[in-house]
């Protein structure tokens, strides 16, 4: 899969930028630059009028740093979203970035290892690795990064998810519970499809 990826090329704002970002946004391939532009008007309706954007070099893919807690700006763009639907067309999927590290087992290790408190003794976690324009081994990454972790694997229903994107030298690093990624089209169907509760005046007497 990852051999059809197409490169894009940053521009050099962008390359710094991918050492701070705290959002990941995927878009379909060609609307990279319009997903970003509306993220930057979804976030300043929130009120982070300093969001900066920038492209990689993974077509679809794009990063933000927005001054808002990552988490938190996802979070407040759900309501939005249900709100006014139709102001989300360019961007797929957000997604928190806690740590940017370079693409190297041992960073990735001891950000995971930072990150780990968020896992309570009593939850479980999972990790996922997506992998692109790099060859490190998933299968490496798990290993060093499950052993940061002390804490039970759950690989059908974790408590949280350890997540590490690779987009070439960098990695972005997550840890997260159900509901931090915002799915825009899955989140739209769920919208669509929730019971509408009927108006009083309509309603028949039992």
């Known amino acids: 899969m990852f051999g059809h990826c197409v490169r894009l090329v940053p521009r050099s704002g962008s390359t710094s930028l991918l050492k701070i970002f705290n959002i990941l946004i995927s878009s379909a391939r060609g609307s990279e630059r319009e997903a970003n532009a509306e993220l930057r008007y979804l976030l300043g309706e929130?009120?982070?009028s300093r969001v900066t954007t920038g492209l990689t070099s993974v077509s679809g893919l794009t990063v933000a740093n927005t001054s808002m807690d990552a988490v938190a700006a996802i979070h407040g763009l759900r309501p939005l979203l249900g709100e006014k639907p139709w102001q989300f067309r360019y961007i797929l999927k957000l997604k928190p970035i806690m740590r940017v590290v370079p693409a190297q087992a041992d960073a990735v290790s001891d950000a995971v290892s930072d990150l780990a408190s968020r896992i309570s003794i009593d939850e479980t976690f999972r990790i996922s690795v997506q992998k692109r324009h790099n060859d490190l081994q998933s299968r490496e990454l798990i290993d060093v990064a499950a052993k940061r972790v002390p804490r039970k694997v759950n690989l059908q229903n974790p408590s949280k998810v350890v997540l590490i994107e690779i987009l070439d030298e960098?990695?972005?690093?997550?840890?997260?519970?159900?509901?931090d990624i915002l799915a825009v089209e899955a989140e739209k169907r769920r919208l669509l499809n929730r019971p509408r509760e009927v108006p009083s005046v309509l309603r028949q007497d039992a």
Not at 170 to 179: K, L, R
């Open 170 to 179: 960098v990695a972005g690093i997550s840890i997260i519970s159900d509901g």
């Open 46 to 48: 929130l009120g982070d």
